[in-house]
């Protein structure tokens, strides 16, 4: 059977079958990737009567929207509801199809998304299922407790034996929203987490940073010691960083509830809005905007329903970025955490209506709206030639939208991409030959090296993703039914210089050989030079295969990445 797909989707293919009197059909569903790396901007607002809005288009747009390959694979929507819930829906999805899970991963999907399981159960937040929600929970839990060592703490990834002190109070911060609202945790293991978190604060082990975030746990399971409040409250003179923030909330989850002599310190500090905090370090994590939704949690605590209140959460929505995000996982889980306990208390929510609506130079159409959203798919093509949006609905009513465009970086795919890492890969037939045909076993080489020139950051915490093209299967050494590798002479495991390739193995902490991509994962960068990743596929099926970009990314700065072009690869026939 031949055939070659057009454009990326899902193709739908037809197989008949017949034999005398015997006849069937199969129908298959095969995903089409054109191999771009997709990108995501978002215009997220709300209006009352009429309204007129231009989509800001990223430059690069403006400068391809005439490109084909681009206008094919463009797409844009918009969402119009009477929830304010809209303008976290992109964060929430974002979290929900994350590709990776570390323990701090998981951990920030876990954790907003159980904390606003009934109000999607009733429908409150745009575009999420209470169905999907549950199962991305489910497998998030069972995830966190695969991490969990005999110690009680969790590490970074599955297999560790070592606990990781933040990932331990990110896994325990989850588990913990997750028991509160309902959802069920196995008890025995979260027992013995809660037991290794309070001897942690009992023994002095933490700094005063984690000793406080520690504290806030222990009051989230009832489990907080009034000692460690008498301790540690009458200690602080200014209740501007993300350590006092958490004090605040675990005073308010013990018996022991902040007394009123500490409450107008505290309102002081919170009323400078944005420049109350203090932050010296952004953590393991690169925790850019946690402490501003740590302070939102804190006012909403002791001061709900106060202006001060609403000043934090307008900041801490200003800081979401055009993606609908804030930095990368760790910030937009407490971020999504903490809004949604803020617009859970507005209780003007629209009743459904009718609002009018316009793209360009259409003229304007009414669609009913209510606080499930209603989606509307736009034209790429006729949408990035003239972006304005034009609204008008009820006087007096306040209406919620979100147009959301996601495009092919063909840039990327003509000439990659570097910020902060330099890509390029290669495959070589183990044969020796340059062709490449069914059953032949091809050596992948995926090469990086660290901008260190360019940019302040702490090369710590990696990826390196790695698609493979439609035509082969990676070989994971680690399956016993595997066929055997037999590798060069220096091709050591662990993280050597290799001085025939002047390149230093790149031995990955964790590494996911899946369906279409080999995924290794590191949590320091040791050496500046070349890295190598080497791994082996074979080659199954006959054809010209898009060979997709590979990429390097830190994981806390997602900014910093590197892509290599997009390219084709062909599999000959026996």
Known sequence: IKGSATHAGIATTLFHGSFQDYRDTVQVKIPINSGNTIETQVLLGSFEGESNVSFPLPELVQQIRGDEDFVRDAQISLTLGTTPFLRISEGLDYLMKFPYGCVEQTSSGVLPLAALRALIQKGLIPGQSVADVDRFLESGVNRLFTMQTESGGFGYWPGNLQPHSEGTLYAIAALSVARRNGFPVPEAPFNKALEFLYKKVSNGDYNQHNTAFASYLLGLNDDLGNWIINNKIDTISEFNSEEAFFWVLASSLSKNFMTKNYKPLVKTSFERKSNFITQVSYGEFNTRYRSQAIALLAAIAYFPGDEVVRNIANELIS????????????????????LGEYFRRIDNIGASTKINFAVGNRPLKGYEVDQTGTQITLSGREFVNNPNLKFQGKPGQVFFYKALLKFPRVDYAKSGHSSGWKVWKTMQNLDGTDTIRVGDIVKIKVRFEAEK????????????????????????????????????SGEEKDEQYNYEDEAWNFVPNYVEFRDERVVGFKNNFYWWGTYQFVYYARAITEGEFILPSTKVQLMYSPGVNGYTPVEKVEILGR
């Open 319 to 338: 800081a979401m970025d055009s993606r609908g995000r804030w930095n990368s996982t760790s910030d937009t889980g407490w971020a999504l955490f903490a």
């Open 453 to 488: 020139e360019r940019y302040n950051h702490d090369y710590k915490y990696f990826v390196v993703d790695d698609p493979l093209p439609a035509g082969f299967v990676a070989i994971n050494s680690a399956i016993k039914t595997e066929e055997g590798i037999v590798k060069p």
